[in-house]
Structure formats: C-alpha cells, structure tokens
C-alpha cells in the first residue's frame, strides 16, 4: 500500500463519554487542553452526554482545541433539522466545529427513542442522503443559521464496510476506523475486534476508491485502550476474557490497543503510520492522561 512521501503530522482526540456537571465538564475539557490534545469530541449514544450543547461547554472552557462529534449516529438525526445544529454549534464554536457522522450500529438505543431500526443497506442509504442534504443546506446563503467555516465544516466519516467506504471516499474530509466491526444479530451494539491483516485490507480498499480525489482525506484511528507497562504478556492478561477469540499474542498485535512503555506505544503509532497511512489518533475519555506521554513524544514527528 503506498503512503505519501511525507505523511501528514499527527493530530490527537479525546473522546468524552461521561456525563458530568457544568464545572466538572469544563474541568476536564481544560484538562484535555492543558494534556496537549488537538480535538476534543463527544460520541452520539443514549446515556452519554448530549453531542451538541456538550461542545459548546466545551468551546467555552478552552480556547485552542477543535470541537467534534465521533460520530453521530445519523438514524437519529433529520437532517434539516440536524443542519440547525451544525451551523449554530459552528457558530457558538467560533468555528471550531467538525462534524463526524456513521450509520449507527446499536438497534437497542433506536428501540428505547422509538426509532426505527433500518437494514444495513437502508442505514448506508440514510447516511448518504443525510450528508448529501447537510452539504445543500448548509451550502446554501439562504438558509439560517449560517455556519463560521466555509466551503463548509469538516466532515469525519466513521465505518468499514464497502458502501461506507465509498461514500467516505467521495464526501469526507476526515476517514475514520474504528478497527472493529459489529457482531451479526447483536442488537445491544457488541463489537468484534478486527485484526491488523484485516484492517489493512479495509484501509487498501478505501484508497482505491479514493484514488481520484484531489485532496487525500486524513486518516484516523480510534484508539480502545492504552495501557503503560513494562510487562505487556502480564498486563494483556485481563484483557483475554473480552476477546476469547484470540491469543495473547493476536490482541499484543491489534492497532486499536497500546500496550507497553511510552517509548514502545510512541514506536507502534508511527509504525501503523507508515502501514496504514493514520495521522489522527482519537483515544476513548478512560486513556486520556495515560495517552498524554504517548502524544507529546509524537510531537513533530
């Protein structure tokens, strides 16, 4: 797989899950600042916070950190009215917004706000005309609220199956994987992780249908668990009854986990870098400040 001579310098997210009161959700967005992270972001799940009115806390107890959703689950979302949001979340981040989107994976959150759960097919099929819409709307000087950024605000994209794969290709700015797929007839949202060998198959195919742009999309990685240790064989040990499926040896491998010393985790970033091509690493909120060593260390590199 080719990689740019030289590849993009790396970009970091944290992703905040918990809910927290007004002070304690600013502290720790200014933590995250204070950290050195470059996008602070907020998932689209029922009971975490909600993505929007969460970010424009966020906005005002930082200055410097971009403001994102990872990734909003576009079945729940109109997408005229999801418009409003954008541009007026735009608007009250100064124009810090980036807006991630996916189809959604978990049929037990629709059931519990009584929306409909579509098929696979019909779920790529929503995501497309979502965004599709979003770029008229927001695209148009007669609509109101008018977001800061433009052409527009940046598009994350977050999936690994061929259509998704496409449609990110051809819209996104930002191409996210996740490194894990959704385990078939689980409607709780399980998830199985994906091998290195197979994610590098998933990252080849999006090249390929990416081949014709004329800006390469950056590339980003959602990081499930940072763990720094000097004994790697012990410290995967607990992880083995969440992954029963593979050895010791196969869960030390996945590109979704670090596991080691900063210096080791520092090495494998900029391994899969040069593998797979991802520059922008997005930890979950439980990594944050084990991550920090990890981000300074990449700095400039």
Not at 39 to 63: N, Q
Not at 283 to 288: F, I, S, T, Y
């Amino acid at each position: 797989m080719s990689r740019p001579v030289s590849p993009r310098p790396f970009r970091f997210g944290v992703n905040l899950m918990t809910p927290a009161p007004a002070d304690e959700w600013r502290a720790k967005c200014r933590r995250a600042e204070e950290l050195g992270y470059d996008v602070i972001l907020v998932p689209d799940h029922l009971g975490m916070p909600a993505p929007f009115p969460a970010l424009v806390a966020a906005a005002e107890a930082t200055e410097r950190p971009r403001l994102g959703t990872f990734v909003l689950n576009a079945g729940f979302w109109n997408p005229a009215l999801l418009a409003r949001e954008v541009a007026t979340t735009d608007a009250l981040t100064e124009g810090r917004l980036e807006l991630g989107l996916g189809t959604g994976y978990v049929k037990a959150e629709h059931d519990s706000a009584g929306l409909p759960w579509l098929s696979p097919g019909e779920r790529v099929d929503h995501l497309r005309r979502t965004i599709e819409e979003l770029y008229r709307l927001l695209g148009s000087e007669d609509e109101q609220p008018q977001p800061v950024q433009k052409p527009r605000v940046p598009l994350l994209v977050g999936g690994n199956g061929d259509r998704v794969l496409r449609l990110t290709a051809e819209h996104a700015d930002i191409a996210a994987f996740t490194g894990a797929r959704s385990v078939r007839g689980s409607s709780t949202g399980q998830l199985e992780v994906m091998l290195a060998e197979e994610l590098e198959e998933r990252v080849a195919l999006y090249q390929e249908q990416a081949a014709g742009r004329a800006e390469p999309a950056e590339l980003n990685l959602l990081i499930q668990f940072v763990i720094e240790t000097d004994d790697r064989e012990a410290a995967v040990q607990p992880l083995m009854e969440r992954v029963p499926y593979l050895t010791p040896e196969q869960v030390l491998e996945l590109p979704i986990g670090l596991i080691g010393t900063v210096e080791e985790m520092a090495a494998q970033l900029l391994a899969q870098r040069e593998r797979y091509g991802f520059t922008y690493l997005t930890v979950l909120e439980p990594g944050m400040e084990a991550f920090a060593p990890v981000m300074a260390g990449l700095r400039g590199k």
